[in-house]
């Protein structure tokens, strides 16, 4: 009889999930038989005890169907909390997040910086540097023939486009004594930036450029040997610095070893 009566309510519990809603409404609202034996089937399986004195009430008196603590609320059940690992992997994945922002940020300005075919370009506190031309580093800076030498000189064929070495705005344009021509960017922490002996300008005083941008072309103008950029780096006082050892620092690499000057 256990047996028979365990079989039957076992192989009626797939149904019973089906119709959970009719089988909670109790047996009265199942129209189907087998709704009926579904809803019958949440009740639990009493032993049979033939023992048993007459005064004993039934076990499936007080016994709950399966699972009515859960649908009753008798005993909620706790929400689920994060353990100090788990937490720690939450806090590990915003950080790769955002190291992976910064990174996507850092490749958009490096690539806007070479867009009009500067070699080089790197990130320096949040800004972009380009290396201002292709060519040989064929001057360094400091006493050449007994004068000195304010810059280093970059050779490369005339035409060869000149890039502005960061965000800046240009304050000369044009003719100048010694350069034939030049170039001159006020970039925004008071530091200027100087090309020389260009062949021809692309810009206009008072204009705004970019990190990047062609400004010029190199040429041969002025007291100068051979076609080159002459490039020069003044503080925000003015003073002339060495601008092979910034380059070199920011990680933008010249080729040559400057022992051979056009200028």
Not at 133 to 152: E, M, N, P, Q
Not at 168 to 194: I, K, Y
Request: charged letters at 15%; glycine letters at 12%; one cysteine or more.
């Amino acid at each position: 009889m256990r047996a028979t009566v365990a079989a039957c309510a076992g192989g009626a519990l797939v149904a019973a999930g089906q119709t959970l809603l009719t089988a909670l409404a109790g047996p009265a609202v199942a129209a189907d038989p087998y709704e009926r034996l579904a809803a019958n089937a949440m009740l639990p399986v009493a032993d049979e005890v033939a023992s048993a004195p007459a005064s004993t009430a039934p076990a499936t008196a007080s016994a709950q169907p399966i699972g009515a603590d859960q649908l009753t609320g008798s005993s909620p059940q706790a929400l689920p909390v994060l353990d100090e690992k788990s937490e720690l992997d939450v806090a590990s994945l915003t950080k790769a997040v955002d190291i992976g922002t910064k990174i996507a940020a850092t490749a958009k300005q490096i690539n806007a910086a070479l867009s009009a075919g500067a070699p080089q370009a790197v990130l320096e506190h949040g800004e972009a540097y380009v290396l201002p031309t292709t060519g040989r580093f064929t001057s360094g800076f400091g006493a050449r023939w007994g004068v000195t030498h304010y810059g280093i000189d970059l050779a490369a064929p005339i035409g060869t486009p000149i890039f502005a070495f960061t965000d800046g705005v240009v304050e000369e344009s044009g003719p100048a004594s010694g350069f034939g021509m030049w170039v001159v960017l006020r970039h925004p922490d008071g530091t200027h930036t100087v090309y020389g002996h260009i062949n021809r300008s692309l810009v206009t005083v008072g204009q705004t450029v970019s990190a990047g941008e062609e400004i010029a072309e190199v040429g041969n103008r002025g007291q100068s040997t051979g076609p080159h950029l002459h490039f020069e780096i003044w503080d925000a006082a003015k003073n002339k610095i060495n601008p092979l050892p910034i380059l070199q620092a920011m990680g933008l690499r010249v080729v040559g070893d400057g022992a051979n000057s056009p200028d």
